[in-house]
């Protein structure tokens, strides 16, 4: 595997595959990588990828200043010879100042969907996350990337931006992996105390409460979020940040439930936060509130 950590080092390596006639993947991470990240490198593979590249950087920019940046977990030899035995072509590893020289000033905002949820608990989050990943995009040109579900706002915002700004790439979205006991993988599980983590899995239980109430019918919009509110009430240790039915592809409410359907949440556990979300797939002759 290759191991890049300036731009045009990057660039040569993927100008050099590309002449090769290689059709380039690439998935952006944060590093302290799980099977979560390895599985999007098999969704680029999948998508006919033949040179992958994964970077690794951890973006002050999407960070607030309360936030975990300074003890956001890192592993760079692990990373390595995990995306080293998955086959991957090409890690590319920037300093912070390769990525934003002194002086930089420019920002991607997308308004809309980066606003509500992540983007209303974290101010500016997602202005980082557009701003460098369109320079990411800038720098490493691929035909596909890939995101995974996990994030889904993050895959709105990037899909919006993609859309508004013609951005000549084809984008992915990988499922969420999950541990046995359904708790999302996440870098930042490994915050978790082992009372904590004991707890984790009742956020995905919950989230799979509203499921279950959407694909019922019969429940509204509130009926359906405290189904799932009820589910984490009952186990102290776990706070409520938002859990929340929402369209998707807005982030806002979901203008009527024949559609389909996100239920999206944020927990703190300890000082750790947490978010994940299911979705629930428009189905035919669900039965609908109020309608029976
Ligand atoms: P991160 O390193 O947390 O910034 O994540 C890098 C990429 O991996 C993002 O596209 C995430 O959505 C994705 N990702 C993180 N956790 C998972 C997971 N459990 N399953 C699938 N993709 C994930």
Do not use: W
């Amino acid at each position: 595997m290759q191991i890049h950590s300036t731009v045009p080092s990057i660039r040569s390596a993927i100008r050099e595959a590309r002449g090769a006639g290689k059709r380039i993947g690439f998935v952006p991470t944060m590093g302290f990588l799980h099977d979560g990240h390895l599985s999007l490198v098999d969704s680029a593979r999948a998508a006919g990828c033949d040179f992958i590249v994964v970077s690794i950087f951890v973006n002050p920019a999407q960070f607030g200043p309360r936030e975990d940046f300074s003890r956001y977990p890192r592993n760079e030899a692990g990373d390595k010879a995990q995306l080293e035995s998955r086959g991957v072509d090409a890690l590319f590893l920037p300093p912070v100042e390769v990525v934003y020289p002194y002086e930089f000033v420019s920002k991607v905002i997308v308004a809309g969907v980066s606003e509500p949820l992540e983007g209303d608990r974290r101010p500016g989050h997602f202005d980082g996350v557009a701003t460098v990943v369109l320079k990411l995009f800038n720098i490493v040109q691929p035909d596909v990337a890939v995101f995974g579900r996990k994030d889904a706002q993050q895959c709105a915002v990037v899909a919006r931006m993609v859309r508004d700004l013609d951005i000549p790439v084809e984008l992915v979205f990988g499922e969420t992996i999950r541990e046995a006991d359904g708790l999302a993988m996440s870098s930042r599980n490994s915050y978790l105390s082992s009372a904590e983590r004991a707890l984790a899995p009742r956020f995905h239980e919950a989230l799979v409460a509203g499921a279950t109430a959407v694909r019922s019918g019969g429940a509204g919009v509130e009926g359906i979020e405290t189904a799932m509110k009820k589910a984490i009430l009952a186990c102290p240790g776990i706070e409520i940040d938002y859990l929340r039915l929402v369209d998707p592809e807005t982030f806002a409410a979901p203008k009527d439930l024949d559609r389909d359907l996100l239920l999206v949440g944020a927990v703190k556990i300890g000082s750790t936060r947490l978010i994940d979300n299911i979705h629930v797939p428009r189905a035919s002759g669900r039965r609908q509130h109020g309608t029976e």
